[in-house]
């Protein structure tokens, strides 16, 4: 239920790159990779919440405003299977920064993010932060596999949580 409401959450921040979806993605006037237009990238891992590990899944989109900075939403999420079942859900607007883009082609990037925090029944919701850095590794055209490292700091009513998550992923710029 409360993964429903946090994609709710997440749905105006991501119609909000729409816009960006009508700009030229193609990269057409050079056969070398190109930040520029609507963007994409999901993925899977796992990660820690203090002595608890867990898996972890991601979906973020946007537009991108100039060649080394990508800025959208991210719905990222960690949670436990097993009898005592736990989820952390962050919905944040993030923004990808490239500092070596376009010298590298694609490569290192930071990224941070600020929006709201939920646990998986429901039971809290506070404000959620990302910060996190990955690489871009070109698979040809505009489509990267990358591996990302993400901390998330979850401030609730009456405490805080933090997840350290590794995930690889598959995006498209």
């Known amino acids: 239920m409360s993964t429903k409401i946090a994609l709710l959450i997440a749905l105006p921040i991501l119609l909000g790159t729409g816009s960006a979806a009508a700009q030229d993605i193609t990269g057409a006037e050079s056969s070398a990779a190109t930040h520029k237009g609507f963007w994409l990238s999901a ?10 590990r867990g898996a972890a899944v991601y979906l973020r989109m946007g537009g991108t405003p100039s060649a080394n900075v990508l800025f959208g939403g991210e719905v990222i999420t960690w949670f436990r299977g097993d009898q005592d079942y736990l989820q952390r859900i962050n919905v944040t607007a993030t923004a ?11 490569g290192l990037f930071l990224k941070g993010g600020f929006g709201v925090a939920t646990t998986g029944d429901g039971g809290a919701t506070g404000v959620g932060t990302t910060f996190g850095a990955g690489y871009d ?5 505009n489509l990267y596999v990358t591996p990302n490292i993400d901390f998330l700091v979850q401030f609730f009513e009456s405490w805080t949580d933090t997840q ?8 498209f710029h």
Do not use: E, K, M, Q
């Open 43 to 52: 993925g899977g891992g796992g990660g820690w919440s203090g002595d608890l």
């Open 96 to 106: 990808l920064f490239y500092p070596l883009y376009p010298s590298t082609g694609g």
């Open 137 to 141: 590794f070109g698979l040809g055209g």
């Open 164 to 171: 350290l998550v590794i995930t690889l992923g598959l995006g």
